[in-house]
């Protein structure tokens, strides 16, 4: 059993470099969510995908994040200009919905492990 | 905007020892999450529930949502339940999906 993979689990840049995160969720998983933590805090939500539309964007998502998942099973997160603020570990998380289930259902959300980015 | 907020915000039992972490939220949920976080980052899903108490293992969670309030116990605590435990909220968004809101999670150290 295949649990959510995130590329790549460390990377380190220079300040106004452009980075790209990828996330494979879990196959049969049609949400798939962004999420970024930063030292010593708890995860803040940035993005969610229900299979390929992006339905919700938190305002933590400046214009210089992007996230796409074009086929509805991985997804990528970008960040172009790279700030030392960006500085954190972004994390993806997947679940499965039917589409009969009611609006306030949950499923529980499977995590990656995260890709921890550090400016320089 | 939910708020959630946990206590405290560190702990250091003895093994054995039973352990209780707090978490409080201020809006009406969908549901509440118990997660375990381990050094490197690795997030995993303890509990989800919306009312009551659940068991697993060693650990319980209980919720009251009258009260806005969840605990999550350990009881036998061992040094392998060194972790931070993070409770987050679900909440509808969007088309009927479920994003999270994250309390600062609680250190835990069991110490033998």
């Not at chain 1, 603020?85 to 919905?97: E, K, N, R, T, V």
């Not at chain 2, 009258?66 to 060194?82: C, F, G, N, V, Y």
Request: hydrophobic content about 30%; glycine content about 10%; proline content about 5%.
């Amino acid at each position: 059993d295949t649990g959510v993979s995130q590329n790549p689990r460390h990377k380190i840049t220079k300040r106004g470099q452009n980075v790209t995160f990828r996330c494979d969720p879990i196959s049969e998983h049609n949400r798939l969510y962004w999420y970024r933590q930063t030292l010593g805090q708890g995860p803040e939500f940035l993005t969610y995908f229900q299979n390929e539309a992006q339905l919700e964007k938190s305002r933590l998502l400046s214009d210089r994040f992007s996230a796409e998942r074009p086929k509805g099973s991985f997804s990528t997160l970008e960040i172009q200009r790279t700030e030392q603020g960006d500085s954190a570990m972004y994390l993806c998380a997947s679940s499965f919905s039917l589409r009969a289930d009611p609006p306030l259902s949950n499923q529980p959300q499977h995590f990656g492990d995260g890709t921890r980015l550090s400016i320089l | 905007k939910n708020e959630v907020e946990q206590s405290p915000q560190n702990l250091t039992a003895q093994e054995g020892e039973f352990i209780t972490i707090n978490c409080s939220y201020s809006v009406g949920i969908s549901a509440l999450h118990w997660l375990q976080q381990h050094p490197g980052g690795g997030i995993v899903s303890l509990f989800m529930l919306s009312s009551g108490k659940k068991k697993h293992g060693r650990l319980i969670a209980t919720i009251n949502i009258q009260e806005k309030h969840s605990s999550l116990h350990i009881t036998a605590s061992h040094p392998r339940d060194s972790a931070v435990y993070i409770c987050a909220v679900g909440e509808v968004v969007g088309a009927a999906g479920n994003k999270l809101t994250f309390g600062g999670g609680t250190r835990v150290l069991v110490k033998p």
